[in-house]
């Protein structure tokens, strides 16, 4: 059973940068997709950035260009670089994880995705 807990959502002004943290307890080793997601009042929780097990990374084209995510060596943490904030970038970010690995883009980055576990979210404020 994966546990994952997010934190740096904070408030910050447009064209600023945050960066995300989602740490993880229980095993990764069988191999995992990893992303982000981000969901706004209203709406569906939609993928923004995923990662593969050996490290291939995806983006949603609302986010290409500007976010990056990462892990560090041993897997335990996942992070979301995210530089030029709009304030159409607002809304609670979850990190979540779906086994098994490959074909991660194809199974995260879509509104509404089943995983196997999430994180309870961190809330991001852009104001304008």
């Known amino acids: 059973q994966v546990q994952l807990m997010e934190s740096g959502g904070d408030k910050v002004q447009a064209g600023g940068s945050l960066r995300l943290s989602c740490a993880a307890s229980g095993s990764l080793s069988n191999g995992a997709c990893m992303g982000w997601f981000r969901q706004v009042a209203g709406a569906e929780r939609e993928g923004i950035a995923s990662i593969d097990s050996d490290g291939k990374t995806s983006y949603s084209d609302s986010v290409k260009g500007r976010f990056t995510i990462s892990q560090d060596n041993a897997k335990t943490t996942l992070y979301l670089q995210m530089n030029s904030l709009v304030p159409e970038d607002s809304g609670t970010y979850y990190c979540?994880?779906?086994?098994?690995?490959?074909?991660?883009?194809?199974?995260?980055?879509?509104?509404?995705?089943?995983?196997?576990?999430w994180g309870q979210g961190t809330l991001v404020i852009v104001s304008a």
């Open positions: 979540g994880v779906d086994f098994p690995a490959g074909m991660c883009p194809t199974r995260l980055l879509h509104a509404s995705p089943t995983l196997d576990a």
